[in-house]
């Protein structure tokens, strides 16, 4: 895991070395292993490597300032988290041995053994241990065709110097960020949008429109915009290629969606919960490859919780992970609360007694306060956040720091593969709706709401309310959209009134006529784009590595070929999941009703930083021209407005980017 950066002046300026090294510097958390640097003119075709503070004094690189005055318009920065191969060798950015293909890379493919093995066998030599030489010999064996054979999570960019390209990549899932910025002659990347705001050319200004999705619509992370204005996200499964022609962008990856309902009959059941566990060990087993130490985070779900099973026994039994870098057993990490209602410790306890894990636990809150670290945690994150829920996942990153764990497996992406949301009942119970009718939807409803906890009626409501925004005409959508989805009542009217043709575009684009399509809209739009976000920064921030075998790209690909009824089953989610784990988690967790998650006592929290939010609203706050302050200064006490969260984070992002 790594931080990248990098520009091209097509228009053959020199790039400014020292804001090259600022942007670097900005995301040295990234990477403090090891720090890399290559500059290029290419019209003369000269290529030079350099380095700087933490570079390993084994290369004898030269400083950047030995290279100051000259003129160099394509650049590389590389910021180097060390997990595969830890010498020098393993030293970014990297080239070819021919010295035409130089990478950029963060993220790791976790096949690149076998990958090595076959190019290998095809005549290709390789002199490290790490997945980014075997990933320079797969683009020179195949181009971009390479993206389908990797599993993993990758962003890149990859200067082809034979033929004046920029080859740019980011993983299916978006699991690694890739940011950039171009305006027809200069392109500037990074992992992080913090490293661009470095460059001139980059506007420092804020996305309106996005904070009004933020404020408005409580949705963050579901277009490619970003909170900056100009800076935008390369989409996941998409490739980039810039050369003096212009710049292409194009799809390369994309499941195919099994979009039925399905009915299973018990052997098919029994084979596919085969196959599924085998793809889900599979992506565990090559999960655990790592140079460093290993562990799991433990949430008390179902998720997090066959993770850590599955892991215990490939170390266990298959002695897939060197001792060395696991101990005598297995370290979980976990973020408890003291507030009975949102904690999971009962749960965390019945996986660390059946696999004897050593459990490591922290109480935000309680032993950190949030408002002592929003300002650090926001700055890390980038972008607003919906939720504190975020601060427990980096107190959780921060134990594994402190107890010197650098790798970490954990359960992210399983609720929207899986149908792991009660929300989910609604899209289901809409499709069967319409296709099998009102009967057999009031059937599922009365299964679906012993299964959740859940009153039948409300799930039919879901339903119902499901089947007119996906099959309604225009006019009788537009009032559905509208019911539940109000604005925040403390969002200025005259903001949202300049931006009220966001809501309907967005309800539209998001809008599903199936179980599966809510989920692939939720994979790839909606919701886990934020999650994965909220990891990335939060691990970064402390310089792990997170891990997520929920998305390797076989498990996904095979899911979705299946139909809804191995996701909803007998009424319950992840049903797939709780039957083929059978013997691997314990019951109680299997067959939980109700999950919590990285839940915070958030409503608590806001009511304790009652004075730090008064603060804010003192003298001119930067969010007066999104929000109504006066409102909020005359609600006592402010813990009582609706969503308060998102405006007291907005505020402290404005003013930690915008001063």
């Known amino acids: 895991m790594c931080g990248i950066h990098g520009l091209w002046h097509l228009d053959g300026r020199p790039a400014d070395l020292a804001r090259l090294r600022a942007a670097a510097t900005a995301m040295r958390h990234r990477g403090p292993d090891d720090e890399g640097y290559l500059l290029a003119d290419t019209r003369a075709r000269r290529l030079v490597t350099c380095g700087g503070s933490d570079t390993d004094q084994r290369l004898a690189l030269p400083e950047m300032e030995a290279f100051s005055g000259e003129r160099f318009d394509l650049a590389f920065a590389h910021r180097r988290l060390s997990i595969l191969d830890l010498s020098p060798a393993g030293h970014q950015p990297m080239a070819s041995a021919d010295g035409d293909l130089w990478i950029a890379y963060n993220g790791e493919v976790y096949n690149y053994l076998e990958l090595r ?25 195949w181009g971009a065709d390479c993206l389908s054979r990797f599993n993993g999570m990758w962003a ?6 034979a033929n004046d390209t920029l080859f740019c990549a980011r ?36 996305n309106t429109g996005v904070i009004y999705d933020y404020v408005s619509l409580k949705q963050e992370d579901h277009t490619d915009e970003t909170f900056f204005e100009g800076i935008v996200k390369l989409p996941p499964g998409h490739l980039l290629e810039l050369n003096r022609g212009g ?33 889900l060990t599979d992506a565990v087993r090559i999960r655990l490859r790592s140079d460093v130490a290993l562990g799991t985070c433990l949430s008390g779900g179902i998720d997090s919780s066959t993770i850590v099973c599955l892991a215990n026994r490939l170390i266990l039994q298959e002695g897939a992970v060197d001792p060395a870098l696991v101990g005598d057993r297995q370290k979980t990490f976990s973020a408890r609360c003291r507030n009975s209602r949102a904690d999971e410790g009962q749960y965390m306890r019945l996986v660390t007694e059946v696999t004897g894990a050593a ?15 929003l300002e650090k945690l926001t700055w890390h994150q980038d972008e607003p956040f919906g939720s504190t829920s975020i601060f427990a996942q980096w107190n959780v990153m921060r134990l594994a720091a402190q107890n010197g764990v650098t790798v970490l497996l954990d359960g992210q992406g399983a609720d929207e593969v899986l149908a792991g949301y009660h929300r989910y009942y609604g899209a289901h119970l809409a499709q069967l709706w319409r296709e099998c009718g009102a009967a057999a939807a009031r059937q599922a409803a009365r299964q679906s709401g012993a299964s959740s906890d859940r009153s039948a009626a409300l799930l039919l409501g879901w339903g119902l309310r499901d089947c007119f925004r996906g099959t309604a005409r225009p006019r009788v959508r537009k009032v559905v959209n509208r019911f539940g989805s109000r604005p925040l009542p403390w969002v200025s009217r005259e903001f949202a009134r300049q931006h009220r043709e966001r809501g309907p575009q967005l309800r539209d684009s ?20 934020a999650l994965l976000r909220y990891e990335d920064r939060n691990s970064m921030a402390f ?15 095979y899911v979705f070929s299946l139909p809804a009824c191995y996701r909803l089953g007998d009424g319950w989610t992840k049903w797939l999941l709780r039957e083929a784990t059978a013997e691997i988690v314990p019951d109680d967790i299997r067959w939980r009703k109700r999950k919590i998650a990285f839940a915070t006592p958030e409503s608590d929290w806001l009511r304790e930083g009652e004075g730090f939010l008064r603060d804010l609203l003192s003298g001119e706050p930067r969010s007066s021209q999104f929000v109504d302050i006066g409102r909020l200064r005359n609600t006592k006490p402010l813990a009582s407005q609706p969503g308060l969260w998102r405006w007291v984070n907005l505020e402290v992002w404005l003013r930690t980017f915008f001063g």
């Open 156 to 161: 890149f960019a990859l200067w082809d110097a």
């Open 543 to 557: 310089s792990r590595e997170a891990r997520v075998p929920f998305l390797d790209y076989r498990l996904v690909e």
């Open 117 to 141: 093995d076959e190019l290998r066998a095809a005549g290709h030599v390789f002199s490290t241990g790490t997945d980014t030489e075997v990933l320079l010999a797969a683009y020179r064996a």
């Open 171 to 206: 993983d299916r899932f978006g699991i690694k960020p890739f940011y950039y910025y171009w305006d027809g002659t200069t392109f500037v990347f990074a992992s992080e949008p913090k490293a661009l705001l470095e460059h001139p050319a980059v506007p420092k200004r804020p």
């Open 359 to 373: 459990a490591h636990e922290v109480y935000p809150g309680s032993d950190v306060a949030l408002w002592e670290e």
């Open 247 to 279: 710049l292409q962008m194009r799809k390369w990856w994309s499941p195919a969606v099994n979009l039925g309902l399905g009915e299973p009959d018990e052997h098919r059941s029994r084979e596919v919960q085969d196959r599924f566990l085998e793809l």
């Open 510 to 529: 998001l809008t599903s006529a199936t179980l599966a399509s809510a989920l692939y809209t939720d994979l790839t739009r909606l919701c886990l784009p």
